[in-house]
C-alpha cells in the first residue's frame, strides 16, 4: 500500500475522486472517453499517518473472512461463553493484529484467552449465529464458501491425528457426499413411483372406477382378465360411470354422463390442485426449472426447496397431471428431486450450512429428477450439465452419474406401469432407417423449430399479459377456466382425451397386432406367415386418424400455450413430446405411402422394392418429438441421449441428432431464447447466462456504483462508533460495504457484508458488556491504542480482507467473465489503489439488459 | 401436524390391508389376430386381434401353452400359420405397492384439504387478532439458532406454544410467497 504516492499532508474530503468522470462514460465512448487528461487524475489524499501505519500493520494477505473458521488446537479451558469475548478483543490484552497475521495455521493464543472450536459445520454453533448465510433473494458468494468449505475441511484434516473419534468424523466428512447423494436417489425414486401410480389411477378415475378394488386403474384392473378385446379396452371388471350409475355402456347417454363426469372430475382435481398451491405453497406452481437454473447459478429464494413445497408439489402434480391439463409431470418432477436435495442435505452440515457446496448436491438431484422423468439415467446426467447446472465440477459429475442410477434404480424396482420400465412410452425399437429418411428427419427438425418458436412466443406473450393485466389476480378461476375449455374440447377427440403419455405411447409404437388403433388400420394381410409386418395401403381409419391428429396438434398447441404458467404444477416436457409426435406421425404415414405407392423412384435406392418395410412411422414420430421438444428447451446431447435411451436403439442416434440441430438452429434463428431462459428473463431473475457473450465495449468504471455526485457509503476501518456504523445501515441499503482505511485516504483494506455486520452488532449487544454507541468498532489495523475503556468492538473476524478487485479501465467483457467463471457476488473499483466504487452482479445484470436495449429495471431483487 | 399425518396414514394403511382383495401380480399376455383374419375365414365376422391373460409359469409364456388350447377348435390344424402372429409377454406388478400409495395418496390430499378448510374457516375465528404489519420474512434455518426471545419463549413454553409458534412462522412465509407471486407478480409467471 505504501506504494501509492500520498500528494499532500492536508486532510481533504474523500468524495473529491467523484470528479473523476466528467461526462459519465457510455458504451460509445467507450476507452477512449477516460484520457488521462489533468481532471483525471484522482486527488485523494492519504489520511492520518496513524490510518498509514496501519495500514502497513494490516497484511493485506492474511484471510480476514476465513479467520472465521480457525481456532484453536487446544480444547478450551476456559468457560463456555468465553469464546465469544475472544473474537471482539477485550482488554485481556490479546494482540489482534498479531493473531491476524498468524497466516492460514490454527491459532494458538499465547496467553490464556479461551480458544474455541468455532467450526459451523463441525460443532454446530457459529460465532456469530447465521454468518455465512444469506437473506432471502440474494447472490451467494461462491468464492467465500468455498474458500469457507476448504478452511473447515482442512481442520478436518488437521485433526485427524488425534483421536478415533475424529477420525471417524473425518472419515464421515470424507463421504458424507456420497451419501447424500444416495439418500436424495431413494428418495427421487420413491416420490416418483408414487407419483407414477398415483397419477396414472387418477387419469383413469375419470373414466371409470374398479369396484373390486378401487386403488386399481383399467390397465391393472383388467390385468388378469382371461379375455379381453380391444374395441373399448375395458373388462368385465372396469365399470365406466355410466355403468356404475346402472346405465348402458354404449349409447349417446352413456357418452353424455361420461363426458359430463369427465368434465366434473377435471375440475375437481384442477380446482384442489390450484387452492392446494395457493393456500400451502405458493412456489409450488410452475415448472420449477428456471427457478431451479437460477437458485443453481447462485440465488437464494427461501423456501422454494422447502418441505411444504415439496409435498404440495407432489400432490398437486398428481391432480393437475390427472386432470387432463395438457402438461406433463417431468419438469416438476426435476423440481421435487431438488426439494429433496435440499430436504436431505441438512442432515449432512458440510452441505447444508454451504450454499456454494449444496449446489453440488441439488445439480446432481435435478440429474436425478430427469432420470426418473424419463428411465434416463445418463440423460439426466447431461441434462444437469447441459441445462441447469452452472458450476459443475467433475466430482458433481460422478456424484449425479451416482445418484441418477440410484433413482432410476428404485424406480425401476417400483415398476410403477408393470411394464418393466420406468416411462409409460418406452418403445423398443430396431428397425434399420435408409438414408434418404435424413431429409425427411431434417425437415421435422425445421418443423419442430418452428413450432416451438411459435409456441415459445405466444407463451411469453401471454405470460407476460398475465403478469402485467387483471388476469393475474384471478389464478385460481384461470386454472379453472383453462380446465374447463380442455376438458370440453379434449373429450371429443380420442387423441387429445386420452393421457398425453399414452398417446405419446401410441404414436412412437409402431403397428403391429397388439395395436388396433385406427391410427394402424393398414389393409393388412394377415395370412403371409414369412413377411412379418409389411408396408400396406392405409386404410380409411388412417386417413380419419390423421385428421384427428391434426385436430389434436393444434388444440394441443393452443392448449399448452396457456396452461404453461398457470399456477398449478406444470411441465412441458410431455406437451411438447405430443406435439412432435403427432407431427412426426403425420409426417411419417405420408412417406410410407410414399413409398409404398412408389417403392421404385430412387429416392429409396431400391431398398423398398421388397416387400418388407422400410419406413416406420413411429421412428418420425420419435424423432418429431426430439425435434420440438430441442426447438422449446435448446438442448442438444441431453435430449438425443434421453430419447435414445427412451427407445433403448443407438441405431437412431444420427436422425436424432440431425432433428435436433436442425431445430436448435431454426429455434435460434427465429428467436433467441429458449423456453427457461424467456422466463427467467420474464420473471428479472439474477441470472447471468455463461452463454451469451459480452460484447459491448463499455468499462468498469460505467457500470460501478456509485454514479456522478453520488457519494460511496464506505466503513472506516477503526474510526467508526457503533452509532456511526447503524446510521449508516439505516441510511443506506446496499448489501456490503467497503472497509477503507480513512474515508480521506479511500485505501481498501476489505468488504463488510450488511448482514453480517447487522449480526454482529446485535451479537455483541447481547453478549459483551459494555458496548454502547460510544463504542469504537475496529475491523482491522492497529489496536495498541485502543485498550483504554469503553473497550472498543473487533469485527476482523467478518471483514473479508480478500475482496476481488479490478481497477476502473477495466473492459466490462473481463469483469462479466469473472462474474460468471468465480462466481463473485460483487467486485471493487479502484483508482490508482484507491477505492473508487463497487460492481455488484446487479448492476453487471442491468448493464447487460441496458446494453441489449432491454428495460434494465426488470432485473429484480437484491 | 406432520406427526399426526404420519399415523394416520400408517392406521390406514393397516386398514386397508385388511380390507383388500387379492389380485394376481404375474400375467402372461398374450396378443393374437383373430383366427377368422389369419385363416381367411371371409364369413367370421369378427377380425380384430384379442388378447389372453393367464397365469403361467414364465418358461410356459407362449402361444403353444396358453393360446392353443382355446382356439384350438377354430384354428384347427394350422397352429403353425397362426402361433408366429402371436405376441407374448410375462409380465408382473406388486398390487401391494399400488393399493398403499394410492390410499395414503387419498389420505394426503384428504388431510391437506381438512387442515385447508380449517385455515380458511375455523383459523381465522379462533385468533382475531389481525395482523396489521406484515414481519419481515425471515430466515427459516437461522430461526433454530438465531435464538432471541421467541425460541427462549418456545423452549420454556410448551409444545402447544411451540407448535403454534412454528405454524405462526410457516403462515408468515406462506403469505410472504403469495404476495410474490400472486400480488406483486414478480415471481413464477
Known amino acids: 500500500m505504501e506504494r501509492f504516492p500520498l500528494k499532500s499532508s492536508t486532510p481533504k474530503m474523500g468524495t473529491t475522486y467523484q470528479s473523476v468522470y466528467k461526462k459519465g462514460g457510455t458504451a460509445s465512448n467507450g476507452r477512449g472517453a477516460h484520457s488521462t487528461s489533468e481532471d483525471d487524475m484522482v486527488d485523494i489524499t492519504a489520511g492520518l499517518n496513524q490510518a498509514a501505519g496501519a495500514s502497513v500493520n494490516t497484511t493485506p494477505t492474511s484471510h480476514g473472512t476465513f479467520q472465521l473458521y480457525e481456532h484453536s488446537g487446544r480444547n478450551s479451558t476456559a468457560s463456555a461463553n468465553s469464546y465469544i469475548a475472544q473474537y471482539f478483543s477485550s482488554s485481556a490484552g490479546m494482540d489482534a493484529v498479531e493473531l491476524e497475521q498468524g497466516d492460514t495455521e490454527p491459532l494458538v493464543a499465547a496467553d490464556d484467552v479461551g480458544d474455541a472450536v468455532i467450526f459451523s459445520g463441525m460443532s454446530g454453533d457459529d460465532d456469530i449465529p447465521g454468518i455465512g448465510q444469506y437473506d432471502d433473494f440474494h447472490t451467494i458468494d461462491w468464492q467465500r464458501d468455498i474458500a469457507r468449505d476448504r478452511m473447515r475441511h482442512r481442520y478436518i484434516v488437521k485433526k485427524r491425528q488425534d483421536s478415533l473419534w475424529d477420525l471417524i468424523k473425518a472419515a464421515h466428512d470424507a463421504w458424507s457426499g456420497w451419501v447424500c447423494v444416495l439418500l436424495v436417489g431413494v428418495c427421487t425414486g420413491i416420490v416418483a413411483g408414487v407419483i407414477d401410480i398415483g397419477a396414472s389411477w387418477m387419469t383413469d378415475l375419470k373414466f371409470g372406477i374398479c369396484p373390486q378394488a378401487f386403488w386399481l386403474n383399467r390397465e391393472q384392473c383388467c390385468w388378469s382378465d382371461t379375455d379381453t378385446t380391444f374395441d373399448t379396452g375395458n373388462c368385465s371388471q372396469w365399470l365406466t360411470w355410466p355403468q356404475v350409475l346402472g346405465g348402458a355402456r354404449e349409447g349417446p347417454g352413456a357418452y353424455i354422463i361420461s363426458y359430463l363426469f369427465y368434465i366434473v372430475w377435471a375440475l375437481v382435481f384442477a380446482a384442489l390442485s390450484a387452492s392446494l398451491v395457493r393456500m400451502f405453497a405458493p412456489y409450488a406452481c410452475g415448472s420449477g426449472i428456471p427457478e431451479i437454473k437460477t437458485i443453481l447459478s447462485g440465488f437464494i429464494i427461501r423456501g422454494y426447496l422447502g418441505k411444504w413445497t415439496l409435498i404440495i408439489k407432489v400432490v398437486g402434480l398428481i391432480l393437475s397431471v390427472s386432470s387432463g391439463l395438457s402438461l406433463g409431470k417431468e419438469g416438476p418432477m426435476v423440481h421435487i428431486a431438488s426439494c429433496l436435495g435440499n430436504i436431505l442435505s441438512y442432515l449432512f452440515p458440510k452441505y447444508g450450512r454451504n450454499e456454494a457446496k449444496k449446489r453440488e448436491i441439488l445439480s446432481a438431484a435435478a440429474a436425478a429428477g430427469v432420470s426418473v422423468a424419463f428411465g434416463a439415467p445418463i440423460g439426466g446426467v447431461l441434462f444437469s450439465l447441459e441445462e441447469v447446472s452452472y458450476y459443475f465440477p467433475l466430482k458433481t459429475l460422478w456424484r449425479s452419474f451416482f445418484c441418477a442410477l440410484i433413482a432410476a434404480f428404485i424406480l425401476r424396482s417400483i415398476n410403477p406401469f408393470g411394464n418393466e420400465h420406468s416411462v409409460l412410452f418406452f418403445v423398443e425399437y430396431n428397425k434399420p432407417w435408409i438414408f434418404f429418411e435424413l431429409i425427411p428427419f431434417v425437415g421435422l427438425g425445421i418443423i419442430g423449430g418452428c413450432i416451438a418458436t411459435i409456441f415459445i412466443k405466444a407463451n411469453i406473450y401471454w405470460c407476460r399479459y398475465r403478469k402485467y393485466s387483471k388476469l393475474g389476480q384471478y389464478p385460481v378461476t384461470e386454472v379453472l377456466v383453462v380446465t374447463l375449455v380442455t376438458a370440453v374440447i379434449a373429450y371429443p377427440n380420442p387423441y387429445t382425451r386420452m393421457n398425453t403419455s399414452e398417446l405419446i405411447y401410441l404414436l412412437f409404437n409402431q403397428c403391429g397386432i397388439s395395436n388396433s388403433d385406427p391410427v394402424c388400420d393398414y389393409n393388412r394381410n394377415f395370412t403371409d406367415v414369412n413377411s412379418a409386418i409389411e408396408k400396406a395401403a392405409a386404410g380409411p381409419g388412417v386417413y380419419r386418424a390423421i385428421w384427428l391428429l391434426v385436430l389434436a396438434l393444434v388444440l394441443k398447441l393452443v392448449m399448452t400455450i396457456f396452461t404453461f404458467g398457470i399456477k398449478v404444477p406444470c411441465g412441458l416436457f410431455i406437451p411438447s413430446l405430443a406435439l412432435g409426435a403427432i407431427a412426426g406421425r403425420i409426417v411419417g404415414i405420408g412417406v410410407e405411402q410414399l413409398a409404398y405407392n412408389y417403392p421404385k423412384i430412387w429416392l429409396f435406392s431400391g431398398e423398398c422394392s421388397t416387400g418388407d418395410d422400410c419406413i416406420t412411422p413411429g421412428l418420425y414420430a420419435m424423432v418429431g418429438a426430439a425435434a420440438v421438444l430441442g426447438g422449446v428447451t435448446r438442448m442438444t446431447v441431453s435430449l438425443v441421449v434421453i430419447m435414445f435411451e427412451l427407445t433403448g436403439g443407438v441405431r437412431y442416434i444420427v436422425p436424432l441428432m440431425a432433428a435436433a440441430m436442425a431445430s436448435k438452429w431454426v429455434g435460434d434463428a427465429l428467436g433467441r431464447q429458449g423456453i427457461y431462459d424467456a422466463h427467467i428473463a420474464l420473471n428479472g431473475y439474477p441470472f447471468l447466462d455463461s452463454k451469451d457473450e459480452f460484447q459491448h465495449t463499455s468499462l468498469a468504471a460505467d457500470v460501478m456504483q456509485p454514479k456522478r455526485n453520488e457519494t460511496l457509503a464506505v466503513i472506516t476501518q477503526d474510526s467508526m462508533t457503533v452509532d456511526d456504523v447503524e446510521t449508516l445501515l439505516k441510511e443506506t441499503e446496499h448489501n456490503g460495504y467497503p472497509v477503507v482505511v480513512s474515508k480521506e485516504s479511500q485505501y481498501l483494506v476489505g468488504f463488510v457484508l450488511r448482514r453480517d455486520l447487522n449480526l454482529a452488532i446485535a451479537n455483541a449487544r447481547r453478549t459483551l458488556e459494555g458496548i454502547t454507541g460510544q463504542t469504537v468498532v475496529i475491523f482491522a489495523g492497529n489496536t495498541h491504542q485502543q485498550l483504554a475503556p469503553p473497550p472498543s468492538l473487533m469485527l476482523n473476524r467478518i471483514l473479508d480482507m480478500a475482496p476481488i478487485t479490478v481497477t476502473d479501465q477495466t473492459p466490462m467483457e473481463t469483469v462479466v467473465d469473472m462474474f460468471r467463471k468465480l462466481g463473485l457476488r460483487q467486485t471493487l473499483v479502484t483508482h490508482n489503489g484507491r477505492l473508487l466504487g463497487v460492481i455488484t452482479k446487479k448492476d453487471v445484470l442491468r448493464h447487460v439488459k441496458q446494453m441489449d436495449n432491454e428495460d434494465p429495471s426488470s432485473v429484480l431483487f437484491n | ?189
Not at chain 2, 93 to 115: A, D, E, P, Q, S
Open chain 2, 1 to 189: 401436524m406432520e406427526f399426526r399425518l404420519v399415523l394416520l396414514i400408517l392406521t390406514a394403511s393397516c386398514a386397508a390391508f385388511v380390507s383388500g382383495h387379492s389380485y394376481e401380480d404375474n400375467r402372461c399376455k398374450c396378443v393374437c389376430p383373430s383366427p377368422a383374419a389369419v385363416l381367411n375365414n371371409t364369413d367370421a365376422a369378427d377380425r380384430s386381434p384379442f388378447m389372453k391373460s393367464a397365469n403361467v409359469p414364465p418358461n410356459k409364456c407362449n402361444c403353444e401353452n396358453v393360446i392353443l388350447p382355446r382356439v384350438a377348435d377354430q384354428i384347427k390344424g394350422r397352429e403353425q400359420e397362426f402361433c408366429p402372429r402371436c405376441e407374448c409377454k410375462y409380465e408382473n406388478r406388486n398390487t401391494t405397492i399400488i393399493k398403499v400409495v394410492v390410499i395414503i395418496v387419498i389420505w394426503v390430499i384428504m388431510l391437506l384439504v381438512v387442515y385447508m378448510g380449517f385455515l380458511i374457516c375455523l383459523d381465522p375465528l379462533i385468533n382475531k387478532r389481525a395482523k396489521a404489519s406484515y414481519q419481515e420474512h425471515t430466515n427459516e434455518d437461522d430461526e433454530g439458532s438465531l435464538g432471541g426471545p421467541s425460541q427462549q419463549l418456545g423452549a420454556r413454553g410448551n409444545v402447544l406454544n411451540r407448535v403454534t409458534h412454528q405454524q405462526d412462522k410457516w403462515k408468515r412465509q406462506v403469505r410472504e410467497q403469495r404476495r410474490n407471486i400472486y400480488d406483486r407478480h414478480t415471481m413464477l409467471n
